[in-house]
């Protein structure tokens, strides 16, 4: 075997992604909240970027004044021109470098002001007492503290709350708060008891084991604790509120709602009675209102309790039926009729599947647009410009850009600032080009959707992206980066911007109509249909392609999953 060494050279062409780009790449496909969230990130941990705030005369004068190069520009608003990175006019002085670290210490974190403090305020310090900026800055923070919303409890901690507060055994607590432990966000316990039990038995274990008492075998232990543990579920079931808690699968969480609305009408129902024992003593008021409590008892209280009583007898042995809408099977079962059991499935509709939802409910995230259509009547036409008022005006702090080209400054000093000033320029760069980019497909899509905004979901016409990415002379990735997580307020409402770009199909005229047309179509036949007769998916099939839109059977059953439209039987109403 020969090893043989030789050299030799080979052309080749190679495309890395330099961290600028990446940078800019995820720039562009964050949302809204997200920039927001990214650029006070980096105003605290730059000290060279800063915000930019509009003078009197606008930011247009100022930006102008910037490029002409004025060097007659006064101090006081120079701080507010924009940097030019080739920009050699900068005085070397630092009155406003001065003026920046007494406002900002610790962002500005240097040596060159040696100047000692003030007398008042050195006198002040050494006595002990606070200035009126301190205190004010004091009670604004304390004010801002105070105004802000604490933190909700979680559900386990409400619950534990309740079981703190319940008359139960002593020995039944700790099995109880195990339990509770256990209890999922929807209020259920979808955990089995045997591994509860296993959780208790090596607790107790290593309790006992630090406090050097006799180890209890976990035979003995379970056998005492098992018996225990089911008569804690059931004390958690019954004590805790909302009804449901605790309970280990749908229709268990069911049955206890039924029992506890069925005590409180029966609490009623004798609540009744008193007042009726207790109201009027004239004999003939007494007798006529006795008849109207045996009515109203025949034909609504007593009703009341039996229709409890049946969707508790629903629930426990048709629940399956129920859920398939065989309602002519059940009656046939239960000896009653269809509209019977109708009322008696009209009192679980106010049951809930989640009750720990009542307790802790996660607010849904608002939704910030990143741009705005409007329609102009006065050129008809729509006009799609950014909601970027949100975002702050960033620029980089001129007076770290001349310390950074001054040379009697130490040079690990310019060193530092010029890596901060180099990231804040190109992040400055990347939300102005996340602008621009985001503003031109906005312009395409408007161009290209007129008739969404004019008459609705129906009409949005296919749009692949492939297409924009060709009119505006970019990179496909780049249009889906822009449209990621995005979402435009229009006179149709806030739309994410990715439902615009969708594919389609031909009508037998020759239009071009989207999917999402197409399942607009489908739910407008769906809400329309008999519900006595409801259409089969052969005859949603045939309905659409009256309106033009021919595809076939299997496509309609996927569009119908997707839009959560039962079949035909689950929508029959008998």
Known sequence: MRFDVSQSMRMGQHMKLAP?????MEILQMSMAELEERIDQELESNATLELAEAGPDGDAELAAAARAGADDTPIGTREDLPLEMGDASGASDFERLDAFEHEHPDAAENDFDQRPEPPERADADRSGELSRSDIDA?????QAMANTAAR?????????????LCDVRR?????????????????????????ILQRVIEQRVIEQRVSEKRVIEQRDLAQVTLALLTEALRAVQLMLEPAGIGARDVRECLLLQIDARAERQHEQDE?????FIHGPRNQLAQREQLAQREQLAQSEQLAQSELWALSRVLVDQHLDDLKNNRLPKVAAKLGTSVETLKRAMEKLRGLSLAPGRQLVNDAAAGIVPDGIV???????????????????????NQEYARLAKDRAAPKPTRAFLKVNIGNAQFLIDAIEQRKRTLLRVLEAVVAAQREFFDYGPQAVKPLPMTKVAEQLGI????????????????????????KFFTGGTTTDTGE???WDAIKAALLEIVAAEDKKNPLSDDDLAEALKVKGFEIARRTVAKYRGQLDIPTGRLRKAH
């Not at 004091?138 to 304390?142: E, F, N, P």
């Not at 909700?152 to 703190?164: A, C, F, V, Y």
């Not at 990179?475 to 990715?498: C, D, F, M, N, W």
């Open 20 to 24: 600028q780009m990446i940078q800019s």
């Open 138 to 142: 004091g009670d604004a923070k304390v």
């Open 152 to 164: 909700g409890q979680s559900l386990t901690e409400q619950l534990l709350d309740q079981w703190r």
């Open 171 to 195: 020995d039944l607590r700790p099995l109880g708060e195990a339990l509770i432990g256990a209890v999922e966000a929807d209020g259920l316990i979808r955990t089995p008891l045997e591994t």
């Open 271 to 275: 609540a009744d009675d008193l007042r």
């Open 374 to 396: 409007e329609y102009d009547p006065e050129h008809d036409r729509y006009v799609a410009y950014l909601n970027d008022r949100r975002l702050p005006n960033l620029r980089v």
């Open 475 to 498: 990179h496909v990735a780049t249009v889906s980066r822009a449209v990621s997580e995005k979402y435009i307020q229009t006179p149709r409402g806030v739309v994410a911007l990715r």
């Open 512 to 514: 071009e109509v989207s």
